[in-house]
């Protein structure tokens, strides 16, 4: 091969040096044009060939996989892996809108999917059709599964377990036969203490003899002067053997205790006490709580959350008396200035003292309110959370914006509560409740009690009363260990096998599991 160059520098003649007439002469302006139009195009190829690269990196590892990816971009064709998803995106949007046949037989598993399709031969259609049909089955049966689940555990939350039910009857066949467990709570020469201001009263109303244990126990055992303390704890009548029982067998000196029966107080009579007669004469509310809890329900319109919560309003205790007489107090308890309310569900972590201290500004309750505060779950219930504001008569009197407030840890000022009209307001809205057949609201007691205590609540620093312990299990474990009192309420109680494990320790922590009937009757064993 030899390149000669002419002397005028017009032309190139590359020849074979056999072979003379094979010489072929190419111009310098020729050249340089293909010269030039070389570089202004391999730019533009260099930077489509770094492009193909980057898009297919994993999976193009060859000059031979890259040329078939740039070869048609560069030919102007489309890629075969870009029509193939085009055509399947086509598909998916057809099937999505297209009706699932009647009586269509579907896979129970993609494993059994992929034979039937290579068996059956299946277009890509129908391929996606089966799919599609399969996952909302699965969807549906997911969904059916989370509400029979929240149906279980309703129940279980509204059962009482063998262990408690066990320890009620043992006490209750005690106080029949052991004298001491009848003897007189508290003693007589204790007696003036049940009215007397200089002590700290406490009033607890419950038929769980386990759970109101916890509640004095912990009070007790929290207070640095527990010869201050007079616990009056208020039963039902089935309950009432058993209760006395237990606190005249466990004594909690220098503490006080009184035991007494709902039917051991003079003042609670229907005339005095209409939400009785109401909810006994009331066929609907007996069926709203105690009927079946799906029947008539739509659950292809709802949420677990809100199925959850309707359910929850649906607990028989919320047609109990023990569960409406907090609103008693002032009657039921004459001689007193200024009490503690506390639920069942709570226990107390830190001397309660210093609340008799709180000044309420002339206010009747001191309560924690629930709008505002880290755990956005619990702290966040304003009125639209308990009121159905479709009402008109609810959308013209409250406010669906106003903060709401919390039950179960409250300072009660008695003289200040005397001077109201809160039992005649309460028991007003509860019957315009049920006249509406329970349309303003369906959650329990505190509904009422937030419009009858309108205008007269003190809010407390929320550090003395931490909720939520029943249905959040995500709760702080260092911010219960600051509360004063921590309240379980939800429903998973630490004392149901549905509570939540972790939790559960701040409880069992005052359960005398050395006690003879708590050891015979295996509480949460």
Known sequence: MQLHISPSMRSITISS????????HISYRTLFHTILILAFLLPFVFILTALVTLEGANKCSSIDCLGRRLGPRLLGRVDDSERLARDFYKILNEVSTQDIPDGLKLPDSFHHLVSDTKNNR??????????????????????????????????AASSIPK?????????????????????????????????????HHFI?????????????????????????????????????????????????????????????FDWLT?????????????????????????????????????????????????????N?????????????????????DVVVQRDLAPLWDVDLGGKVNGAVETCRGEDERVMSKRLRNYFNFSHPYIAKHLNPEEC?????????????????????????????????????????????????????VHIIDSSWHMLGLGYQNQTNIESIRKAAVVHYNGQSKPWLEIGFEHLRPFWTKYVNYSNDFIKNCHILE
Request: hydrophobic share 40%.
């Open 122 to 155: 299946y277009d890509p259609k129908t391929f996606a059709l089966v799919l599609r049909a399969m996952m909302e089955k699965f969807e549906r049966d997911i969904r059916e599964t989370k509400f029979a689940e929240l149906t279980n555990k309703h129940f």
């Open 204 to 264: 607890l109303s419950t038929d769980n003899i386990l759970a109101a244990s916890v509640v004095v126990s912990s009070a007790v055992q929290s207070s640095s002067k527990p010869e201050k303390i007079v616990f009056h704890v208020i039963t039902d009548k089935k309950t009432y053997a058993g209760m006395h029982s237990w606190f005249a067998l466990n004594s909690l000196e220098p503490a006080i205790v009184e035991v007494k029966g709902v039917h051991q």
């Open 324 to 344: 409406h007489l907090r609103i008693y107090i002032p009657e039921l308890f004459p001689n007193l200035d200024k009490v503690v309310f506390l639920d069942d």
């Open 163 to 199: 262990g408690i039910h066990c320890l009620s009857l043992r006490l209750t066949d005690e106080y029949s036969s052991n004298a001491h467990a009848r003897r007189q709570l508290p003693s007589p020469e204790r007696l003036p203490r049940l009215s007397d201001n200089a002590h």
């Open 17 to 24: 040096s056999s072979k003379v007439a094979s010489a072929r």
């Open 270 to 322: 229907r005339e005095n006490v209409p939400v009785l007669e109401a909810v006994e004469s009331h066929n609907g509310l007996m069926n709203y709580y105690h009927g079946s809890h799906v029947a008539g329900a739509n659950l292809s319109e709802t949420t677990p959350r809100r199925f959850a919560s309707k359910l929850q309003s649906r607990s028989p205790k919320y047609i109990s008396l023990l």
């Open 404 to 456: 709401a407030w919390a039950y179960g840890m409250n300072v009660f000022d008695l003289k200040a509560w005397r001077k109201t009209n809160i039992r005649e307001t309460y028991h007003f809205w509860l019957k315009e409740n049920l006249k509406s057949n329970l349309t303003m609201w369906k959650l329990g007691t505190l509904p009422p009690a937030l419009i009858a205590f309108k205008g007269h």
